[in-house]
C-alpha cells in the first residue's frame, strides 16, 4: 500500500467516526436504563425519599396534581408568561439585530449598549422592575423578555455580519431594494443563526420564568417547586421540576421543526 493509499485509508476511517449514526432506540434505552438503576437504589432504601424520592413516586405524585387541577393552573399561569415574554423579545432582539447589522451608525451606537448590558444577570433586575412596573404579571414578563432580547440580538447580528458581501453587491448591482435584499439575501443567510439564538432563548426565559415566580409569584410551576420546597415535600418537587423538563423539551423539538421547514437547505 503506497503512502497516498495508507492517507486516504486514515482519512477514510475517521471520516466514518465522525459521521456515524445510531438509531433514536439508544436514547431511549439510556434514559430507561438509568430510571431503573435510580428506581432500584431508592426501593434498596440507599437514599432516603425525604432526598431523593423514586422515579414510580414521583410519576404517581405528577398524575395526582393533575388530577387535582394543581399543574394545569400553574402551567397556565406559566405559559402565559413564557410565551408572551419570548414573543416580545425574540421580536425586538431580531429587529435590534438586524438593523445593527446593516446600519454602520446603529453598530457603532447599538452594539456597545448590547454588549455592555448583556454581562448583567437579568433576574437581578427582576426587584428594580417590580419596583418599576409592580409586582403583577408585566414585570415577569419584562424580566423573560429581558432575558430573550440578548441571544436572539446578538445572534441575529452575527448571522448578518456573516453573510457573505459579494451576494449583497449582486443583489445591489441587479437594482434590488433594501427590503428586497434583506428579504432574498441577508435573512436566508441570517436564519441558521437566528435559530440558534432562538433555542438559546428558549432555555434562558425557563431559567428567568422559574427565578421570578419564586420571587414574585403565587402561581405558576417556579412557585409550585418553591412551595413544596419549603414543605419538604420532595416527590411533589420533583413532579414540578419534570412539567419544567417536559416544556423545555417541547419548545427545543417546536423550534427544530420550524427551523426544518424555514431553513430546509441546512437540513
Known amino acids: 500500500m503506497t503512502d497516498k493509499q495508507t492517507h486516504e485509508y486514515v482519512v477514510r476511517n475517521r471520516m466514518t467516526h465522525w459521521q456515524k449514526t445510531y438509531p433514536h432506540w439508544i436514547s431511549v434505552l439510556s434514559i430507561f436504563c438509568l430510571l431503573i438503576i435510580w428506581e432500584l437504589v431508592c426501593r434498596a432504601g440507599l437514599v432516603s425519599s425525604l432526598f431523593l424520592p423514586a422515579p414510580s413516586q414521583i410519576i404517581l405524585s405528577l398524575f395526582t396534581m393533575i388530577g387535582d387541577g394543581e399543574i394545569g393552573l400553574s402551567l397556565a399561569a406559566s405559559m402565559y408568561r413564557i410565551l408572551v415574554g419570548f414573543v416580545v423579545g425574540s421580536a425586538i432582539g431580531l429587529a435590534v439585530g438586524l438593523v445593527t447589522g446593516t446600519s454602520a451608525l446603529a453598530d457603532k451606537i447599538g452594539n456597545p449598549i448590547v454588549n455592555a448590558l448583556y454581562p448583567i444577570p437579568k433576574i437581578a433586575l427582576l426587584p ?20 430573550v432580547f440578548f441571544p ?9 455580519k456573516n453573510v457573505d458581501t459579494l451576494l449583497i453587491k449582486v443583489a445591489v448591482s441587479f437594482n434590488a431594494s433594501w427590503w428586497k435584499t434583506m428579504k432574498s439575501v441577508v435573512l436566508p443567510n441570517a436564519l441558521p443563526m437566528i435559530f440558534a439564538g432562538l433555542r438559546l432563548a428558549a432555555g434562558t426565559s425557563l431559567l428567568l420564568l422559574v427565578a421570578a415566580e419564586m420571587i414574585a409569584a403565587q402561581v405558576g410551576i417556579g412557585a409550585l417547586i418553591l412551595h413544596y420546597g419549603d414543605l419538604m415535600i420532595t416527590d411533589r418537587l420533583m413532579a414540578g421540576v419534570i412539567v419544567l423538563s417536559l416544556l423545555g423539551l417541547i419548545f427545543n423539538l417546536l423550534l427544530q421543526r420550524l427551523e426544518k421547514k424555514v431553513v430546509p437547505w441546512k437540513n
Do not use: C, D, R
Open 128 to 147: 428594580l422592575f417590580i419596583l418599576w412596573l409592580g409586582i403583577g404579571e408585566l414585570s415577569k414578563v419584562t424580566i423573560i423578555a429581558l432575558g
Open 152 to 160: 436572539v440580538a446578538m445572534n441575529t447580528y452575527s448571522g448578518v
